[in-house]
Protein backbone atom coordinates (compact mmCIF):
# COMPACT_ATOMS: atom_id res chain seq x y z
CA UNK A 1 0.00 0.00 0.00
CA UNK A 2 1.28 3.44 -0.89
CA UNK A 3 2.69 5.20 1.86
CA UNK A 4 0.33 8.30 1.82
CA UNK A 5 -2.69 5.98 1.60
CA UNK A 6 -1.59 3.98 4.93
CA UNK A 7 -1.26 7.46 6.74
CA UNK A 8 -4.84 8.07 5.54
CA UNK A 9 -6.50 5.22 6.68
CA UNK A 10 -4.29 5.08 10.30
CA UNK A 11 -5.50 8.56 10.68
CA UNK A 12 -9.28 7.56 10.17
CA UNK A 13 -8.77 5.06 13.00
CA UNK A 14 -6.79 6.97 15.28
CA UNK A 15 -9.62 9.87 15.07
CA UNK A 16 -11.78 6.93 17.37
CA UNK A 17 -9.31 6.19 19.67
CA UNK A 18 -9.30 9.84 20.87
CA UNK A 19 -12.98 10.97 20.61
CA UNK A 20 -13.59 13.00 23.97
CA UNK A 21 -16.55 11.70 24.93
CA UNK A 22 -18.43 8.19 25.03
CA UNK A 23 -20.51 7.61 21.40
CA UNK A 24 -22.36 4.69 22.73
CA UNK A 25 -24.46 4.51 26.09
CA UNK A 26 -25.01 1.11 28.52
CA UNK A 27 -27.56 1.63 30.89
CA UNK A 28 -27.56 -1.61 33.26
CA UNK A 29 -30.83 -3.21 34.88
CA UNK A 30 -29.51 -5.60 37.25
CA UNK A 31 -33.57 -7.55 38.42
CA UNK A 32 -35.09 -10.83 37.34
CA UNK A 33 -38.18 -11.76 38.34
CA UNK A 34 -36.14 -15.26 39.33
CA UNK A 35 -32.30 -16.64 38.06
CA UNK A 36 -32.59 -18.75 34.95
CA UNK A 37 -30.78 -22.15 35.61
CA UNK A 38 -27.80 -21.29 33.42
CA UNK A 39 -27.23 -17.24 34.30
CA UNK A 40 -23.95 -15.97 35.81
CA UNK A 41 -24.90 -12.29 34.45
CA UNK A 42 -25.03 -9.61 36.97
CA UNK A 43 -28.73 -9.90 37.95
CA UNK A 44 -30.64 -10.91 41.25
CA UNK A 45 -34.06 -12.55 41.74
CA UNK A 46 -36.18 -9.08 43.09
CA UNK A 47 -39.91 -8.83 43.79
CA UNK A 48 -42.01 -7.37 40.87
CA UNK A 49 -43.04 -4.37 43.19
CA UNK A 50 -39.92 -3.79 45.43
CA UNK A 51 -39.03 -0.21 45.79
CA UNK A 52 -35.67 -0.56 45.15
CA UNK A 53 -36.40 -1.03 41.55
CA UNK A 54 -37.61 3.03 41.04
CA UNK A 55 -34.75 3.99 43.23
CA UNK A 56 -32.56 2.55 41.15
CA UNK A 57 -34.06 3.73 38.06
CA UNK A 58 -34.04 7.63 39.45
CA UNK A 59 -30.61 7.00 40.40
CA UNK A 60 -29.80 5.77 36.38
CA UNK A 61 -31.45 8.95 34.96
CA UNK A 62 -29.60 11.09 37.33
CA UNK A 63 -26.54 9.80 36.94
CA UNK A 64 -27.20 9.80 32.96
CA UNK A 65 -27.67 13.47 33.05
CA UNK A 66 -24.45 14.26 35.11
CA UNK A 67 -22.63 12.32 32.71
CA UNK A 68 -24.10 14.48 29.44
CA UNK A 69 -23.72 17.83 31.32
CA UNK A 70 -19.62 17.04 31.62
CA UNK A 71 -19.97 16.61 28.36
CA UNK A 72 -19.20 12.97 28.79
CA UNK A 73 -21.95 11.67 25.92
CA UNK A 74 -21.66 14.66 23.32
CA UNK A 75 -22.05 12.89 19.77
CA UNK A 76 -24.04 9.80 21.43
CA UNK A 77 -25.14 7.56 18.23
CA UNK A 78 -26.25 4.39 20.39
CA UNK A 79 -27.96 3.50 23.92
CA UNK A 80 -29.10 0.59 25.10
CA UNK A 81 -30.82 -0.36 28.40
CA UNK A 82 -30.12 -4.40 29.11
CA UNK A 83 -29.74 -6.46 32.06
CA UNK A 84 -31.52 -8.41 33.88
CA UNK A 85 -34.80 -8.00 32.66
CA UNK A 86 -35.45 -4.16 32.13
CA UNK A 87 -39.10 -4.83 31.30
CA UNK A 88 -39.19 -5.57 34.75
CA UNK A 89 -39.42 -1.73 35.68
CA UNK A 90 -42.69 -1.26 33.60
CA UNK A 91 -43.36 2.55 33.14
CA UNK A 92 -40.08 3.16 34.83
CA UNK A 93 -38.35 2.07 31.82
CA UNK A 94 -39.84 3.81 29.33
CA UNK A 95 -39.04 7.07 31.67
CA UNK A 96 -35.51 6.36 31.56
CA UNK A 97 -35.42 5.39 27.57
CA UNK A 98 -37.46 8.71 27.38
CA UNK A 99 -34.92 10.67 29.41
CA UNK A 100 -32.16 9.17 26.82
CA UNK A 101 -34.25 10.30 24.14
CA UNK A 102 -34.48 13.64 25.55
CA UNK A 103 -30.52 14.14 26.07
CA UNK A 104 -29.86 12.93 22.92
CA UNK A 105 -32.24 13.30 20.35
CA UNK A 106 -29.96 12.56 17.64
CA UNK A 107 -29.25 9.05 18.65
CA UNK A 108 -29.48 6.85 15.92
CA UNK A 109 -30.59 3.79 17.74
CA UNK A 110 -32.26 3.13 21.10
CA UNK A 111 -32.43 -0.47 22.49
CA UNK A 112 -34.25 -2.15 25.16
CA UNK A 113 -33.85 -5.83 26.36
CA UNK A 114 -37.11 -7.11 27.00
CA UNK A 115 -38.60 -10.44 28.77
CA UNK A 116 -41.48 -12.17 27.10
CA UNK A 117 -43.50 -12.36 30.54
CA UNK A 118 -43.35 -8.52 31.37
CA UNK A 119 -43.24 -6.64 28.15
CA UNK A 120 -47.00 -5.76 28.04
CA UNK A 121 -48.77 -4.03 25.48
CA UNK A 122 -49.07 -1.22 27.59
CA UNK A 123 -45.25 -1.05 27.87
CA UNK A 124 -44.48 -1.35 24.12
CA UNK A 125 -46.60 1.36 23.44
CA UNK A 126 -44.90 3.99 25.83
CA UNK A 127 -41.54 2.47 24.56
CA UNK A 128 -42.46 3.50 21.41
CA UNK A 129 -43.60 6.71 22.08
CA UNK A 130 -40.51 7.54 24.10
CA UNK A 131 -38.17 7.11 21.45
CA UNK A 132 -36.87 3.65 21.39
CA UNK A 133 -36.33 2.29 18.08
CA UNK A 134 -35.40 -1.53 18.93
CA UNK A 135 -36.44 -4.03 21.18
CA UNK A 136 -33.99 -6.92 21.92
CA UNK A 137 -35.61 -10.34 23.84
CA UNK A 138 -34.70 -12.66 25.54
CA UNK A 139 -36.47 -15.63 23.90
CA UNK A 140 -34.03 -18.66 24.16
CA UNK A 141 -36.12 -21.09 22.71
CA UNK A 142 -39.64 -21.76 21.65
CA UNK A 143 -40.08 -25.58 22.88
CA UNK A 144 -41.82 -25.82 25.81
CA UNK A 145 -39.64 -28.37 27.28
CA UNK A 146 -36.16 -26.87 26.36
CA UNK A 147 -37.50 -23.68 27.99
CA UNK A 148 -38.30 -26.11 31.33
CA UNK A 149 -35.13 -27.09 31.72
CA UNK A 150 -33.49 -23.76 31.07
CA UNK A 151 -35.82 -22.11 34.00
CA UNK A 152 -37.30 -19.77 31.84
CA UNK A 153 -40.89 -18.01 33.08
CA UNK A 154 -42.39 -18.11 29.94
CA UNK A 155 -43.65 -20.77 27.48
CA UNK A 156 -42.93 -21.07 23.86
CA UNK A 157 -47.12 -19.66 23.29
CA UNK A 158 -46.27 -16.61 25.49
CA UNK A 159 -42.67 -15.81 23.74
CA UNK A 160 -44.39 -15.74 19.86
CA UNK A 161 -47.34 -13.99 20.78
CA UNK A 162 -44.69 -11.41 21.92
CA UNK A 163 -42.78 -11.58 19.73
CA UNK A 164 -45.93 -10.95 16.64
CA UNK A 165 -46.68 -8.12 19.27
CA UNK A 166 -43.10 -6.20 19.52
CA UNK A 167 -43.21 -6.49 15.67
CA UNK A 168 -46.62 -4.90 15.40
CA UNK A 169 -45.17 -1.82 17.41
CA UNK A 170 -42.81 -0.42 14.54
CA UNK A 171 -39.65 -1.12 16.42
CA UNK A 172 -37.14 -3.25 14.86
CA UNK A 173 -36.86 -6.33 16.74
CA UNK A 174 -34.37 -8.79 17.81
CA UNK A 175 -34.93 -12.53 18.98
CA UNK A 176 -32.22 -13.96 21.27
CA UNK A 177 -31.96 -18.12 20.79
CA UNK A 178 -29.64 -20.65 22.89
CA UNK A 179 -28.19 -23.97 21.10
CA UNK A 180 -27.20 -27.26 22.97
CA UNK A 181 -29.16 -27.39 25.34
CA UNK A 182 -30.83 -29.57 27.50
CA UNK A 183 -34.06 -31.84 25.36
CA UNK A 184 -33.07 -29.98 22.10
CA UNK A 185 -33.17 -31.49 19.07
CA UNK A 186 -31.89 -30.65 15.29
CA UNK A 187 -35.47 -30.65 14.49
CA UNK A 188 -36.40 -28.89 17.30
CA UNK A 189 -33.42 -26.41 16.92
CA UNK A 190 -34.93 -25.36 13.51
CA UNK A 191 -38.17 -25.49 14.47
CA UNK A 192 -37.67 -22.43 17.17
CA UNK A 193 -35.61 -20.63 14.19
CA UNK A 194 -38.22 -21.22 12.00
CA UNK A 195 -40.81 -19.49 14.29
CA UNK A 196 -38.83 -16.56 15.25
CA UNK A 197 -38.68 -15.70 11.39
CA UNK A 198 -41.85 -16.56 10.99
CA UNK A 199 -42.74 -13.44 13.58
CA UNK A 200 -41.14 -11.19 11.36
CA UNK A 201 -37.90 -10.10 13.30
CA UNK A 202 -35.38 -8.37 11.42
CA UNK A 203 -32.21 -9.93 13.73
CA UNK A 204 -31.44 -12.85 15.56
CA UNK A 205 -28.47 -13.86 18.12
CA UNK A 206 -28.04 -17.27 18.21
CA UNK A 207 -25.80 -18.91 21.34
CA UNK A 208 -24.18 -22.29 22.17
CA UNK A 209 -25.37 -22.40 26.10
CA UNK A 210 -21.61 -22.17 28.10
CA UNK A 211 -22.40 -24.11 31.44
CA UNK A 212 -20.66 -21.52 33.85
CA UNK A 213 -18.91 -21.76 37.27
CA UNK A 214 -21.49 -21.44 40.06
CA UNK A 215 -24.88 -21.76 38.36
CA UNK A 216 -27.72 -24.19 38.91
CA UNK A 217 -26.37 -25.82 35.90
CA UNK A 218 -22.87 -25.93 37.13
CA UNK A 219 -24.27 -28.34 40.26
CA UNK A 220 -26.57 -30.24 37.73
CA UNK A 221 -24.41 -31.21 34.93
CA UNK A 222 -20.79 -30.58 36.53
CA UNK A 223 -17.76 -30.73 34.30
CA UNK A 224 -18.65 -33.79 32.47
CA UNK A 225 -19.51 -32.89 28.72
CA UNK A 226 -23.03 -33.51 27.94
CA UNK A 227 -23.77 -34.99 24.81
CA UNK A 228 -26.14 -32.28 24.00
CA UNK A 229 -23.24 -29.50 24.62
CA UNK A 230 -20.53 -31.35 23.42
CA UNK A 231 -18.62 -29.06 20.56
CA UNK A 232 -19.73 -31.40 17.89
CA UNK A 233 -22.75 -30.14 18.69
CA UNK A 234 -22.40 -26.89 18.88
CA UNK A 235 -20.92 -26.74 15.82
CA UNK A 236 -23.48 -28.06 14.16
CA UNK A 237 -26.61 -26.02 15.87
CA UNK A 238 -23.93 -22.78 14.98
CA UNK A 239 -23.88 -24.30 11.42
CA UNK A 240 -28.27 -25.35 11.15
CA UNK A 241 -28.70 -21.67 12.05
CA UNK A 242 -26.54 -19.87 9.64
CA UNK A 243 -28.46 -22.22 6.89
CA UNK A 244 -31.73 -21.44 8.14
CA UNK A 245 -31.60 -17.92 8.54
CA UNK A 246 -29.21 -16.81 5.13
CA UNK A 247 -31.99 -18.85 3.59
CA UNK A 248 -34.73 -16.56 5.13
CA UNK A 249 -32.01 -13.17 3.78
CA UNK A 250 -30.74 -12.61 7.01
CA UNK A 251 -26.98 -12.81 6.95
CA UNK A 252 -24.09 -12.80 9.14
CA UNK A 253 -22.67 -10.19 10.49
CA UNK A 254 -21.01 -11.12 13.64
CA UNK A 255 -19.67 -14.92 15.65
CA UNK A 256 -23.46 -14.84 17.23
CA UNK A 257 -25.21 -12.30 15.09
CA UNK A 258 -27.83 -12.05 11.68
CA UNK A 259 -29.66 -9.33 10.38
CA UNK A 260 -31.78 -8.44 7.35
CA UNK A 261 -30.25 -5.88 5.64
CA UNK A 262 -29.96 -2.56 7.40
CA UNK A 263 -31.43 -4.37 10.56
CA UNK A 264 -27.51 -4.98 12.31
CA UNK A 265 -27.17 -3.77 15.74
CA UNK A 266 -25.07 -0.68 15.94
CA UNK A 267 -24.66 -0.67 19.49
CA UNK A 268 -23.11 -4.13 19.19
CA UNK A 269 -20.80 -3.44 16.51
CA UNK A 270 -19.57 -0.18 18.51
CA UNK A 271 -18.53 -2.40 21.24
CA UNK A 272 -16.35 -4.29 18.40
CA UNK A 273 -14.95 -1.77 16.63
CA UNK A 274 -13.03 0.67 19.59
CA UNK A 275 -16.23 3.19 19.72
CA UNK A 276 -15.82 4.12 23.57
CA UNK A 277 -18.84 3.76 25.03
CA UNK A 278 -19.68 4.44 29.07
CA UNK A 279 -21.80 1.65 31.21
CA UNK A 280 -23.53 3.18 34.09
CA UNK A 281 -25.06 0.50 36.83
CA UNK A 282 -24.47 -2.35 39.03
CA UNK A 283 -21.84 -4.68 36.79
CA UNK A 284 -21.52 -2.15 34.17
CA UNK A 285 -18.70 -1.58 31.66
CA UNK A 286 -17.22 0.74 30.25
CA UNK A 287 -14.55 1.56 27.38
CA UNK A 288 -13.05 5.26 27.61
CA UNK A 289 -10.33 6.80 25.61
CA UNK A 290 -7.94 9.08 27.80
CA UNK A 291 -9.94 12.23 26.62
CA UNK A 292 -13.24 10.77 27.72
CA UNK A 293 -11.68 9.02 31.14
CA UNK A 294 -10.79 12.31 31.86
CA UNK A 295 -13.64 13.41 31.48
CA UNK A 296 -15.70 10.86 34.00
CA UNK A 297 -12.53 11.51 36.75
CA UNK A 298 -13.76 15.37 37.04
CA UNK A 299 -17.12 13.37 37.74
CA UNK A 300 -15.41 10.56 40.16
CA UNK A 301 -12.18 12.23 41.70
CA UNK A 302 -11.64 9.32 44.13
CA UNK A 303 -10.50 7.40 40.63
CA UNK A 304 -6.80 8.03 39.68
CA UNK A 305 -5.38 9.79 37.08
CA UNK A 306 -4.42 7.38 34.12
CA UNK A 307 -0.50 7.74 33.55
CA UNK A 308 1.07 9.34 30.95
CA UNK A 309 1.48 5.96 28.25
CA UNK A 310 -1.90 4.73 28.83
CA UNK A 311 -4.72 5.46 26.11
CA UNK A 312 -7.81 3.12 26.53
CA UNK A 313 -9.36 2.86 30.13
CA UNK A 314 -12.02 -0.01 30.98
CA UNK A 315 -14.25 0.18 34.25
CA UNK A 316 -16.66 -1.89 35.56
CA UNK A 317 -18.97 -0.54 38.39
CA UNK A 318 -18.81 -2.82 41.88
CA UNK A 319 -21.48 -0.52 43.60
CA UNK A 320 -23.65 -2.78 45.19
CA UNK A 321 -27.51 -2.48 43.68
CA UNK A 322 -28.64 -0.53 46.82
CA UNK A 323 -25.76 2.17 46.93
CA UNK A 324 -26.51 2.73 43.24
CA UNK A 325 -29.57 3.04 44.04
CA UNK A 326 -29.06 6.03 46.24
CA UNK A 327 -25.82 7.53 44.49
CA UNK A 328 -25.85 11.05 44.47
CA UNK A 329 -23.14 10.93 41.78
CA UNK A 330 -20.31 9.33 40.46
CA UNK A 331 -18.54 10.16 43.22
CA UNK A 332 -20.18 7.67 45.16
CA UNK A 333 -19.39 5.02 42.99
CA UNK A 334 -16.39 1.70 42.75
CA UNK A 335 -14.82 0.72 40.00
CA UNK A 336 -12.17 -1.79 39.06
CA UNK A 337 -9.90 -0.60 36.14
CA UNK A 338 -8.07 -1.91 33.68
CA UNK A 339 -5.57 0.78 32.04
CA UNK A 340 -4.07 0.03 28.11
CA UNK A 341 -1.12 1.08 26.80
CA UNK A 342 -1.54 2.07 22.75
CA UNK A 343 -0.07 -1.08 21.78
CA UNK A 344 -2.06 -3.20 24.18
CA UNK A 345 -5.36 -1.26 22.61
CA UNK A 346 -4.56 -2.30 19.12
CA UNK A 347 -4.30 -5.59 19.90
CA UNK A 348 -7.68 -5.57 21.46
CA UNK A 349 -8.93 -3.93 18.77
CA UNK A 350 -7.36 -6.55 15.87
CA UNK A 351 -9.30 -9.34 18.65
CA UNK A 352 -12.44 -7.45 18.80
CA UNK A 353 -12.91 -6.98 15.44
CA UNK A 354 -12.11 -10.71 14.32
CA UNK A 355 -15.61 -11.48 15.28
CA UNK A 356 -17.21 -9.63 12.95
CA UNK A 357 -17.81 -10.69 9.37
CA UNK A 358 -15.86 -8.08 7.68
CA UNK A 359 -12.49 -8.73 10.34
CA UNK A 360 -10.43 -5.73 10.38
CA UNK A 361 -9.46 -3.22 7.52
CA UNK A 362 -6.40 -1.03 6.66
CA UNK A 363 -6.75 1.65 9.35
CA UNK A 364 -6.41 -0.74 12.25
CA UNK A 365 -4.21 -2.96 10.33
CA UNK A 366 -1.73 -0.46 9.69
CA UNK A 367 -2.07 1.46 13.25
CA UNK A 368 -1.47 -2.25 14.47
CA UNK A 369 1.60 -2.10 12.62
CA UNK A 370 3.25 0.75 14.57
CA UNK A 371 1.87 -0.27 17.17
CA UNK A 372 3.10 -3.93 17.41
CA UNK A 373 6.09 -4.06 14.58
CA UNK A 374 5.52 -5.63 11.41
CA UNK A 375 7.61 -8.49 12.08
CA UNK A 376 5.16 -9.24 15.15
CA UNK A 377 2.06 -8.62 13.55
CA UNK A 378 2.97 -10.41 10.08
CA UNK A 379 4.22 -13.53 11.95
CA UNK A 380 0.75 -13.40 14.02
CA UNK A 381 -1.29 -12.74 10.73
CA UNK A 382 0.38 -15.63 9.20
CA UNK A 383 0.04 -18.20 12.08
CA UNK A 384 -3.78 -17.37 11.69
CA UNK A 385 -3.95 -17.54 7.95
CA UNK A 386 -1.91 -20.77 7.78
CA UNK A 387 -3.98 -22.57 10.16
CA UNK A 388 -7.21 -21.83 8.29
CA UNK A 389 -8.13 -19.44 11.09
CA UNK A 390 -8.85 -15.90 8.81
CA UNK A 391 -8.28 -15.14 5.64
CA UNK A 392 -7.56 -11.98 3.63
CA UNK A 393 -10.65 -10.60 1.59
CA UNK A 394 -8.72 -8.09 -0.24
CA UNK A 395 -7.28 -5.15 2.12
CA UNK A 396 -9.41 -6.71 4.77
CA UNK A 397 -7.89 -9.65 7.36
CA UNK A 398 -11.64 -11.66 8.07
CA UNK A 399 -12.17 -14.60 10.19
CA UNK A 400 -12.73 -18.00 8.51
CA UNK A 401 -16.01 -20.48 9.92
CA UNK A 402 -12.97 -22.45 11.62
CA UNK A 403 -11.24 -19.19 12.92
CA UNK A 404 -15.19 -18.83 14.71
CA UNK A 405 -15.74 -22.42 15.69
CA UNK A 406 -12.07 -22.01 17.21
CA UNK A 407 -12.20 -18.14 18.02
CA UNK A 408 -10.21 -18.45 21.69
CA UNK A 409 -7.19 -19.35 19.22
CA UNK A 410 -7.77 -16.73 16.90
CA UNK A 411 -8.44 -14.33 19.64
CA UNK A 412 -5.65 -15.67 21.95
CA UNK A 413 -2.91 -15.16 19.11
CA UNK A 414 -4.19 -11.65 18.30
CA UNK A 415 -4.20 -10.86 22.39
CA UNK A 416 -0.62 -12.36 22.84
CA UNK A 417 0.55 -9.81 20.88
CA UNK A 418 -0.16 -6.98 23.76
CA UNK A 419 2.97 -6.13 25.17
CA UNK A 420 3.06 -6.80 28.75
CA UNK A 421 0.80 -7.26 31.36
CA UNK A 422 -2.69 -4.81 31.25
CA UNK A 423 -1.84 -2.42 34.35
CA UNK A 424 -5.03 -2.84 36.92
CA UNK A 425 -5.96 -0.60 39.27
S1 LIG B 1 -33.74 -13.40 32.48
FE1 LIG B 1 -31.70 -13.16 31.56
S2 LIG B 1 -30.49 -12.02 33.08
FE2 LIG B 1 -32.33 -12.79 34.12
S3 LIG B 1 -31.69 -14.68 35.07
FE3 LIG B 1 -32.58 -15.22 33.06
S4 LIG B 1 -30.85 -15.20 31.64
FE4 LIG B 1 -30.17 -14.18 33.51
Given at each position: MARATCGIYEALWLARLHHGSARSLYLHIPFCVRKCAY?????WATARHDPLLGA?????????????????????????????????LGDELAALAGGVRELAPGLKELT?????????????????????????LGVQSLNDRELCELGRLHDA??????????????????CDLMCAIPEQTEMSWERSLHTALSCGVGHLSVYP???????????????SEQPWNDSSVQAARMEAAGRVLSEAGLARYEVASYAK???????NKAYWTAVPYLGIG???????????????????????????????IRLTCTTSRDAVASAKSFADLSFDLEMLSPAQAAAEDLMLGMRMVQGVGPGLLVHARTQLGSAALDEAVDWCVDRGLASWQGQRLAP??????????????????????????
Open positions: CDFSSYASALSRLTWQAHDAGLLQGLETAYIGGGTPTMCEANPDSLTDRLLGRLSAAGCTRLSALAEERLRAAVASGMDVSLQIEEGTPFDERYGAPGKECLHTGASSMLTREAYERLVSLAPQLPQAPGDISRTEQGWLLGNELYGRLWDLAPDEVLEA
